[in-house]
């Protein structure tokens, strides 16, 4: 490993970082051509994210395309989370067409590249204690892999309602008025005993 | 280089392509004060925000700096946050944060992103995004067959039967399209 000055910085190979074998996002095949494309047409934009341990918390398909686009060092930059980093692309001006490209790109590999892998959400929601209604994730079907079907459990039917993200959005913080269980949420606003 | 500065010394991109929504919004803040900082935005030459400025508004609202890495694009720049364990409740919050906020809080700016594509004659298309009736999806065109994607969102309930029944019949009174009766209740269109 090289040390830098100064900075609490250092740089190592990219084939030194981790990847998230429990990943959330199984990433799509459109996506993986986006961000290859992005890489070697714009290289490198905003960072990925690690643990203390080199683990990719946040952009591990980042770092297989980094790697397909001849990408063979990474810097590190360390933090406690207590400030924003910023990369700064001293090549590049927002107002050009690399700088446009850039901005679509880091927005449309982030909405085409995400899959939820819906087991490894429920495995983490259970041995980690993560209650995925805080991040509005209590909409997905997450099967409880170690939970056996139960005669109750037959009962229950999902009414599934499809909306626009603005849409979407209004209809959670309205849910939430109720509180965090939407059964609960839905049932009170239309009057119904639960 | 490294350097340490206030958000205020960011410049917000005034044609973003990226609207934001409510829900998003909350979830970046929600992100920021449990989590505190992810991965890094993204800027240009200029301080100018290429990727992250909803993330930059809500930092600096909460009060954090921002310390600036510089390179060229040939090096690929990992955040590391020497507190964090992935194998962590914190550290799997945040994994599960950095997507989700991503996915609940784009919402495509079409008028900036067609004047840019007409400007610096760029095909929104060969980046997996078009616009269709004026509904914002990434759809196969170009280059990239991406296939169809769709940005709407599925609410899902779990309701007994006799409640979904009940859910059903006073929905469908107020309209025969269950989403349509839903927003009109919660008052979206008043």
Do not use: C
Not at chain 1, 98 to 125: H, I
Not at chain 1, 134 to 147: F, G, N, S, T, V
């Amino acid at each position: 490993m090289e040390q830098e000055k100064q900075i609490h910085t250092e740089v190592v190979d990219i084939d030194d970082l981790i990847q998230d074998d429990h990943n959330f996002n199984k990433g799509t095949e459109a996506g993986a051509e986006l961000m290859d494309r992005s890489l070697k047409e714009l290289g490198a934009g905003r960072s990925i994210l690690i643990d203390k341990h080199g683990n990719i918390i946040a952009g591990n398909k980042t770092q297989l395309a980094a790697i397909k686009a001849g990408i063979k060092k990474v810097r590190i930059i360390e933090t406690t989370g207590d400030e924003l980093v910023a990369v700064k692309r001293t090549d590049v001006d927002l107002d050009s067409e690399k700088g446009r490209k850039m901005a679509l790109a880091d927005n449309a590999t982030n909405q085409v590249n995400l899959e939820w892998d819906e087991m490894e959400l429920a495995n983490a929601a259970k041995d980690f204690d993560i209650d995925m209604n805080e991040w509005d994730m209590a909409l997905p079907d997450i099967a409880d892999p170690d939970e056996q079907p139960t005669t109750e459990a037959k009962d229950v039917k999902e009414l599934k309602l499809v909306f626009t993200p603005e849409q979407y959005s209004f209809v959670l913080s309205a849910l939430r008025k109720y509180g965090d269980d939407f059964t609960h949420s839905l049932l009170q606003i239309l009057n119904i005993n639960e | 280089m490294s350097d340490t500065i206030n958000i205020e010394d960011l410049k917000q991109d005034s044609k973003n392509f990226n609207k934001g929504t409510y829900e998003g919004e909350t979830l970046v803040r929600k992100s920021i004060e449990r989590l505190k900082a992810g991965r890094s935005i993204l800027i240009d030459k200029d301080n100018n925000i290429i990727a992250g400025n909803k993330t930059a508004a809500a930092a600096g609202s909460l009060g954090l700096k921002v310390k600036v890495i510089e390179t060229d694009g040939t090096e690929l720049i990992a955040v590391k946050r020497t507190d964090l364990d992935i194998n962590s409740k914190e550290g799997r919050e945040m994994a599960l944060a950095d997507n989700r906020t991503a996915q609940v809080n784009l919402a495509w700016d079409e008028q900036n992103l067609e004047e840019a594509a007409l400007q610096f004659d760029i095909d929104p298309s060969q980046w997996g995004v078009n616009f269709e009736n004026n509904a914002p999806t990434a759809i196969s065109k170009g280059e990239i067959d991406v296939g169809t994607f769709d940005t709407n969102q599925t609410l899902v309930v779990k309701l007994t039967s006799l409640q979904y029944e009940a859910v059903i019949d006073k929905l469908k009174v107020v309209n025969p399209d269950l989403q349509e009766a839903l927003l009109e209740i919660l008052g979206y269109y008043a």
